[in-house]
C-alpha cells in the first residue's frame, strides 16, 4: 500500500524558515507522477486547510492568503516526494502538517477538499513561537 511519510517539522522562532518533506513509497517513480499531490494543515479544533496542490505537469494551485508570497509547494518527481518550503513564518501557522496524495492526479476546483485524497501522512507538528 502507498505510505506518505512527512518530516522537517520542529519549532522555530517568528520569522524563521522551514522545510517539510513528505515521501512517498511502495509506489513505482512513474505511478508518483502521475498523482496529485497537496498540502494540508490542522490546528485543534479546525478545520484542516488546503495550502496547494501540483500535478505532474502542471503549476501549483494558487495558496490562500494566509500564507501566499510565503509558503510553496515543489515536487521531485525524481524522489517520489513533495516539499512545502515555508519562509516568514508566524505564530498563526502553528499547527500540524499533512501531505496527500490524489490518484486521480488532478488539483481541480476543489483541490482544497479532504475528500479529493485517497491517502494522508501522518503530519509532522510545526511550531513557531514569537
Known amino acids: 500500500q502507498v505510505q506518505l511519510v512527512e518530516s522537517g517539522g520542529g519549532s522555530v522562532q517568528a520569522g524563521g524558515s522551514l522545510r517539510l518533506s513528505c515521501t512517498v513509497s511502495?509506489?513505482?517513480?512513474?505511478?508518483?507522477?502521475?498523482?496529485?499531490m497537496a498540502w494540508f494543515r490542522q490546528v485543534p479544533g479546525k478545520e484542516r486547510e488546503g495550502i496547494s496542490c501540483?500535478?505532474?505537469?502542471?503549476?501549483?494551485?494558487d495558496r490562500p492568503d494566509s500564507v501566499k508570497g510565503r509558503f510553496t509547494i515543489v515536487r521531485d518527481n525524481a524522489n517520489n516526494a513533495v516539499y512545502l518550503q515555508m519562509d516568514s513564518l508566524k505564530p498563526e501557522d502553528t499547527a500540524t502538517y499533512y501531505c496527500?496524495?490524489?490518484?486521480?492526479?488532478?488539483?481541480?476546483?476543489?483541490?482544497?477538499?479532504?475528500?479529493?485524497?485517497?491517502?494522508w501522512g501522518q503530519g509532522t507538528q510545526v511550531t513557531v513561537s514569537s
Open positions: 496527500a496524495a490524489n490518484f486521480g492526479g488532478l488539483c481541480g476546483a476543489l483541490w482544497y477538499a479532504k475528500y479529493q485524497y485517497q491517502r
Open positions: 511502495r509506489l513505482t517513480t512513474a505511478n508518483f507522477a502521475s498523482y496529485a
Open positions: 501540483v500535478r505532474w505537469p502542471g503549476r501549483p494551485t
